[in-house]
């Protein structure tokens, strides 16, 4: 029984904290789309691999980034741009009309009138060398050469994503009044309320809308977004911001209304334990509360065979 009521906590409090990160990546999203940061990280992580302090190459981003197969991409600024259609833009600006210039030449010859950094010609002839002059093979490996310099961005923009997610999480649980320490103590006195919630958190977890929000919060730059950022992250607040006011009717500690402070210090400690567990992320809560409900699942028959 103590080990069916731990569980049942556990259970509720990973529910609260995945529909706040749900939250906390909605409003993310719309600060993101408002202030473009996709599209600018992505800028930035090509102008890092193409561009250079050269005062005659500093523009072949920009170049390649006009070429009609990338600036066609979608109608506002591009935040995503597939390997193949940046390496034949980037090869194109290059090396203008390449079947008609490539006859028997080597790539030197072909680069040596290209406005490029130098080190981004060394990069190419690099990356050329043993390919005995084939295109395709070239193709393949700038291709690779891209997709890396993608998955470092990718990186940097999760770890400023992290950053955010810990403001906007602060912020949530200040203005909610989500204080995880009231939040435990209340479930911890009402096992019936706990049950509740923990039952509704397993339905939650199985939900196919819940597994498409939670992989939706994943995408960065070099990822093609599956849904439009603007629509998901409307829908997403929406729905997480009916089910917390549901969840605020339901008896938890949620909200400020006439609710009075008895120690600000343990205030503050459970609302700074709030936001440093919503920033972890959507997905993490996900995976928990999936794993959770299958060890629940599993005890649930066995509880009911010793009251028997």
């Known amino acids: 029984m103590i080990q069916s009521n731990f569980l049942d906590i556990a259970l509720a409090m990973a529910f609260v904290y995945l529909l706040l990160s ?64 940046f390496v034949t833009a980037l090869l194109d600006v290059l090396i203008p009309n390449q079947a008609a210039n490539a006859g028997g030449k080597s790539l030197d010859d072909l680069l040596a009138g290209a406005s490029a950094p130098e080190d981004v010609k060394t990069a190419l002839r690099s990356l050329a060398r043993d390919v005995d002059g084939s295109w395709s093979e070239l193709r393949d490996r700038v291709e690779d050469w891209y997709d890396h310099a993608m998955d470092r961005a990718s990186g940097g923009y999760k770890r400023m994503s992290h950053y955010w997610m810990c403001g906007i999480g602060l912020a949530l649980a200040l203005v909610l ?48 977004p599956t849904t439009d950022p603007v629509a998901r992250a409307s829908s997403e607040l929406k729905t997480a911001t009916e089910i917390v006011r549901t969840l605020g009717g339901s008896g938890l500690p949620i909200g400020w209304n006439g609710r009075k402070c008895d120690s600000l210090p343990l205030k503050l400690l459970g609302l700074l334990l709030t936001a440093a567990c919503v920033s972890l992320g959507a997905p993490f809560w996900f995976d928990a509360l999936n794993k959770m409900t299958n060890v629940r699942t599993t005890l649930k028959p066995t509880a009911k065979a010793e009251k028997k």
């Open 22 to 85: 749900l939250m906390c990546s909605a409003v993310h999203e719309f600060i993101a789309a408002w202030l473009s940061f996709r599209h600018k990280h992505l800028l930035s992580a090509i102008r890092n691999l193409l561009d250079s302090g050269e005062p005659a190459a500093t523009d072949l981003s920009r170049r390649v980034m006009a070429h009609p197969l990338v600036a066609r991409i979608s109608t506002g600024k591009p935040s995503y741009v597939p390997s193949r259609l």
């Open 177 to 224: 009044n989500v204080d995880t320490l009231d939040l435990c103590g209340v479930l911890a006195r009402d096992s019936a309320m706990a049950g509740k919630l923990a039952d509704r958190a397993m339905e939650y977890a199985r939900s196919a809308e819940t597994a498409k929000a939670v992989e939706a919060a994943k995408s960065a730059p070099g990822t093609q």
